[in-house]
């Protein structure tokens, strides 16, 4: 069975750190793109991170420039998002989903079902 999960999320206070991992079952993740999304309540989902299949070339949107870093360990064909500095506006459903190459808008062919990520004090 093809299948991305992702694990890491939690509570964490503003100004905390937690790092997301996206690990693949039954598929290589080193030959795709794997981008990372979030979907805040009443809110579309939006791509926030993504490193490139291609070269690990990554990409980042600007709210989260500076503050979130993605990497992948081929070894352990996982895919993290450290997130440091967490802000409130943070708090959202996250997933990560694998495709061809990096775009907000995909199309991705894999998707994980989703870890919660809630920044409160």
């Known amino acids: 069975q093809l299948r991305l999960v992702e694990s890491g999320g939690g509570l964490v206070q503003p100004g905390g750190s937690l790092r997301l991992s996206c690990v693949a079952s039954?598929?290589?993740?080193?030959?795709?793109?794997i981008g990372w999304f979030r979907q805040a309540p009443g809110k579309e989902r939006e791509g926030i991170s993504c490193?490139?299949?291609?070269?690990?070339?990554?990409f980042y949107r600007d709210s989260v420039k500076g503050r979130f870093t993605i990497s992948r360990d081929n070894a352990k064909n996982t895919v993290y998002l450290q997130m440091n500095n967490q802000k409130t506006e943070d708090t959202a459903v996250y997933y990560c989903?694998?495709?061809?190459?990096?775009?907000?808008?995909?199309?991705?062919?894999?998707w994980g079902q989703g870890t919660q990520v809630t920044v409160s004090a």
């Open positions: 989903a694998a495709g061809p190459k990096c775009s907000w808008y995909g199309p991705y062919e894999y």
């Open positions: 039954g598929f290589t993740l080193n030959n795709y793109a």
């Open positions: 490193i490139s299949g291609r070269d690990d070339s990554t």
